[in-house]
């Protein structure tokens, strides 16, 4: 417990204030650990030709292309009078990011909302609960074509196509939401509970006042989780549905040529990953700015 | 038989604040009788210790006074009214061993919850908020975060809290219980000056018979097994009470009685051959 | 959740047992009302059977076909079991290994939780074109992948978790390295490693199948599932969907399964 802290200033209210000198050291790690794989990446190619193993896997210029090569790519065009792969990616980034983003926020909301549903009754929790942990084991990508061929036609049209593909995500997204969330309202100390019974609060107010707030830690932990689980959803809703128009179909096409030019498909990897990254460090820092927490006590 | 400072003496046309009767606890686990026929009358205004040995009760007849716990049999009246009916009303505030500050809340915001729970307005509980910060001694702390204050600060905005609202009683149970003796002391001192501006009856419970000497005006010593009161002594220190007011003998005298009363050695004073001296 | 009895005496194994099951009756009765539903909505409305058949034809199909599903739903439960074994088993070595590197382990935390976001899907097609499509290695290995980066990055977590006042007890008993690792930080990992393995057994098996969408062998259930579901044989891609999701429950049942049994100490996992 910190004691003489009359002359402690007040919260740093989040990292996002850091000086600069912390700021460089930072990006200089993420520089860092970049080149670190690049070169892991080359050696690992080199010593694999050099000796010829076949184990785990053949390496060559097709299955491993160098990253020169991969990087290369993003600057030429994929197909003849196309504009360059890095242009057309990045649309279809755009693209599957709006899925996600969808499928995100909708996601979220349901999996908050069934989670204070829930901690209100045992009973409706051990009545669904088991479903819901279920519907996770679900192999979505088999059921995605259906899923968009059902949902399609029932979309306003500016929503079609890719719609039914935030409905994918979502579907990824809620669980874990479900699940911490309902852990997060029931997480409150007993002796804060019987504070708010002296106030002779409704159960309104104790949700409002007290769980909720005590949940965020939980919650943020789970849309963590929800951030890449949405995007790899958007990936996957693509993949069936046979939309050209996002990453997932980029990634389909460009298997199909992955013997000729194995460095398109590659890139698209390299960006989806970094989608999914993007992800996650918006909800790291939306984290960092609304949960006020004694720094060792973060979910 | 006077006790605290001229103005709050004690009337006897005042109603009590409390008024417990026969009151019994028994928990089913383990069949434990916690109180037996409990009789306890508050009158406003004064400073109640309860004190005792470890499962004489005297938590859990705060509890019942506060209608956190319901009793086996009996019955209690807080302020005229059913216990549930004075905790709906907002008639007391409660001060845990432990702080129960809102970590995401800061200090200012912890001490306008119950403020914001009566639907107070912003700018009246903006001003109550300063006013209890002042009485606290804690104004430059009003956007601090619990987790960066002391236990002993900690408290001092949790008993800004229970007295946001004006209550006309304070219960508290064993809230500097996890504190040092140095702080201890001087928050018992805080605490009686708190009191004199506040003028609010308070029962207070504790494990330290020189801390319920030196803040009561009246002791209660209960012994367990099952929970009962076993007797009251009444304090008559002069006010305003100092930290030399520990070293008087007569103080030393209070303290002996309450001991002996703990120890069962004889001696139950009963107010009246009390006074006779 | 009250007792409704306090009895003097502990329940006896047959009372124990009954109130076990009797945890289970909600559950059951929610899924008897929805296949209820389900059942008589689809009867009464006339849903067009492609698109969403009748339970009880998922069910006869689930039967009828069970020649070549239950085989292939083996098949590749095989691959996502060996990706699970293989991507968690390395995982909680990989995460041994960084914690003894106690620095190293703290400082690499923030990328092993980036690389943890990195959509893996998006890489299945490449591990087709690595292994041969059409052996079990290539779903093996995304499955593995799969498993490897929440198993790595919950167990470290929890390796790096140990109370500092429980060491400095073992310190205290002269307790060297190991013993320290033995008594106070495995425990401490364990709830860890679970829960990340609960995660990892679902998504094991999903892993198989979407790598299953970029080509595997005809032994297979996703490919079998997509297969029909291309020739508009919805109930069979049903009935196969059913099987998946069934062994995916199993995986993860016999993982919650051993968590109660090693973990019979910890509070979450006693009377819930």
């Known amino acids: 417990m910190v004691t003489q802290v009359a002359a402690a200033g007040p919260l740093a209210r989040s990292s996002l204030r850091l000086p600069v000198a912390a700021w460089t050291r930072r990006v200089g790690s993420v520089v860092l650990v970049l080149v670190a794989l690049v070169g892991l990446w080359e050696l690992y190619h080199w010593v694999w030709t050099m000796t010829g193993w076949t184990w785990p896997f053949i390496v060559n210029d097709t299955s491993m292309p160098h990253v020169w090569t991969i990087f290369q790519a993003f600057g030429q065009p994929a197909q003849v009078n196309q504009p360059p792969l890095i242009t057309v990616l990045l649309h279809k980034t755009a693209f599957t990011a709006k899925e996600a983003a969808a499928g995100f926020g909708i996601g979220a909301l349901i999996g908050f909302s069934l989670g204070v549903v829930l901690v209100h009754s045992r009973l409706l929790q051990r009545g669904f609960l088991p479903y819901i942990v279920g519907s996770q084991t679900v192999?979505?990508?088999?059921?995605?074509?259906?899923v968009v061929v059902w949902v399609n036609p029932r979309l306003p049209g500016p929503l079609q196509g890719w719609g039914a593909v935030a409905v994918i995500a979502t579907y990824l997204t809620f669980f874990p939401v479900t699940i911490n969330t309902l852990r997060g309202l029931q997480s409150v100390e007993p002796r804060a509970l019987e504070l708010m019974r002296t106030y002779g609060a409704s159960r309104r107010a104790v949700l409002w006042k007290l769980r909720v707030p005590s949940s965020l830690p939980y919650l943020f932990s789970a849309l963590r989780l929800s951030a890449t689980a949405s995007v790899v959803g958007a990936i996957i809703g693509e993949l069936p549905s046979g939309l050209q128009d996002g990453l997932g179909g980029a990634i389909f096409n460009f298997n199909q040529y992955y013997s000729i030019e194995p460095q398109e498909l590659w890139a698209t990897n390299v960006i989806a990953a970094l989608l999914g990254i993007a992800f996650f460090v918006i909800v790291v820092l939306a984290e960092k700015a609304i949960v006020r927490r004694a720094p060792e006590n973060v979910a | 038989m006077s006790v605290g400072s001229p103005d709050r003496s004690v009337s006897e046309t005042r109603p009590d604040v409390v008024r417990v009767a026969g009151v019994t606890k028994t928990f089913p686990r383990g069949n434990v009788t916690a109180l037996q026929e409990?009789?306890?009358?508050?009158?406003?205004?004064?400073?109640?210790?309860?004190?005792?040995?470890?499962?004489?009760?005297?938590?859990?007849?705060?509890?019942?006074?506060?209608?956190?716990?319901?009793p086996t049999a009996g019955s209690i009246a807080v302020n005229g009214k059913s216990a549930r009916q004075a905790r709906e009303d907002g008639d007391y505030g409660i001060v845990f061993q432990e702080a129960v500050l809102f970590d995401w809340r800061t200090v200012a915001k912890n001490i306008g919850?119950?403020?914001?729970?009566?639907?107070?307005?912003?700018?009246?509980?903006?001003?109550?908020?300063?006013?209890?910060?002042?009485?606290?001694?804690?104004?430059?702390?009003?956007?601090?975060?619990?987790?960066?204050?002391?236990?002993?600060?900690?408290?001092?905005?949790?008993?800004?809290?229970?007295?946001?609202?004006?209550?006309?009683?304070?219960?508290?149970?064993e809230p500097f219980g996890a504190l040092d003796e140095m702080t201890r002391e001087r928050l018992n001192l805080e605490l009686l000056s708190i009191w004199e501006q506040t003028a609010n009856t308070v029962v207070f419970v504790?494990?330290?018979?020189?801390?319920?000497?030196?803040?009561?005006?009246?002791?209660?010593?209960?012994?367990?097994?099952?929970?009962?009161?076993?007797?009251?002594?009444?304090?008559?220190?002069?006010?305003?009470?100092?930290?030399?007011?520990?070293?008087?003998?007569?103080?030393?005298?209070?303290?002996?009685?309450?001991?002996?009363?703990?120890?069962?050695?004889?001696?139950?004073?009963?107010?009246?051959?009390?006074?006779l001296g | 959740m009250t007792a409704a009895t306090v009895t003097a005496t502990p329940p006896t194994r047959t009372v124990r047992v009954l109130r076990r099951l009797g945890e289970w009756a909600p559950a059951l009765v929610v899924f008897v009302l929805v296949v209820g539903l389900w059942e008589g909505l689809i009867r009464a409305l006339n849903v067009p059977q492609f698109m969403l058949p009748k339970p009880s034809t998922i069910v006869s199909v689930f039967w009828t076909q069970r020649h070549s599903l239950w085989p292939a739903g083996w098949y590749t439960f095989r691959?996502?079991?060996?990706?699970?074994?293989?991507?968690?088993?390395?995982?909680?070595?990989?995460?041994?290994?960084?914690?003894?590197?106690?620095?190293?382990?703290?400082?690499?935390?923030?990328?092993?939780?980036?690389?943890?976001?990195?959509?893996?899907?998006?890489?299945?097609?490449?591990?087709?074109?690595?292994?041969n499509p059409i052996t079990m290695q290539s779903k093996m290995a995304i499955a593995g992948v799969l498993c490897f980066l929440p198993v790595m990055v919950n167990t470290l977590r929890g390796l790096q978790s140990a109370k500092p006042r429980q060491i400095e007890l073992m310190r205290s008993y002269a307790a060297g390295e190991l013993e320290i690792w033995r008594r106070v930080r495995v425990p401490t990992a364990l709830p860890f490693v679970f829960t990340s393995l609960k995660v990892a057994s679902v998504l094991a098996m999903i892993g198989a199948i979407v790598g299953e969408f970029f080509g595997g062998s005809l032994d297979a259930l996703g490919v079998l599932i997509f297969t029909d579901a291309g020739v508009f044989q919805f109930d069979a891609a049903w009935a196969g969907i059913l099987v998946a999701s069934l062994l995916g429950t199993a995986l993860y049942g016999a993982v919650v399964g051993t968590e109660r049994i090693v973990l019979r100490w910890s509070p979450e996992t006693r009377g819930s």
């Open chain 2, 113 to 173: 919850l119950p403020l914001e729970m009566l639907g107070w307005d912003r700018a009246r509980r903006r001003k109550r908020i300063e006013e209890m910060l002042a009485l606290v001694e804690l104004s430059g702390f009003a956007d601090h975060h619990p987790w960066q204050l002391s236990g002993g600060m900690q408290q001092r905005v949790a008993i800004a809290r229970a007295l946001a609202f004006e209550p006309a009683l304070l219960l508290m149970d």
């Open chain 1, 139 to 146: 192999p979505i990508l088999a059921i995605a074509p259906m």
């Open chain 2, 206 to 275: 504790t494990h330290s018979i020189s801390e319920a000497v030196f803040l009561s005006t009246r002791v209660v010593v209960m012994s367990p097994r099952p929970g009962r009161i076993a007797g009251h002594v009444e304090i008559d220190l002069p006010t305003p009470r100092t930290a030399e007011t520990r070293d008087t003998p007569r103080f030393f005298e209070l303290v002996t009685q309450v001991r002996n009363l703990l120890r069962g050695q004889g001696e139950h004073l009963l107010p009246e051959e009390e006074a």
């Open chain 2, 38 to 70: 409990i009789d306890l009358e508050l009158a406003p205004g004064e400073f109640v210790s309860l004190i005792g040995p470890s499962g004489c009760g005297k938590s859990t007849l705060l509890r019942v006074i506060g209608d956190l716990v319901e």
């Open chain 3, 79 to 131: 691959e996502a079991l060996g990706g699970f074994a293989i991507g968690s088993g390395l995982g909680i070595v990989a995460a041994t290994v960084v914690s003894r590197f106690r620095t190293a382990g703290k400082a690499l935390m923030p990328v092993f939780i980036a690389a943890n976001a990195v959509p893996i899907v998006a890489f299945a097609p490449i591990f087709g074109a690595w292994f």
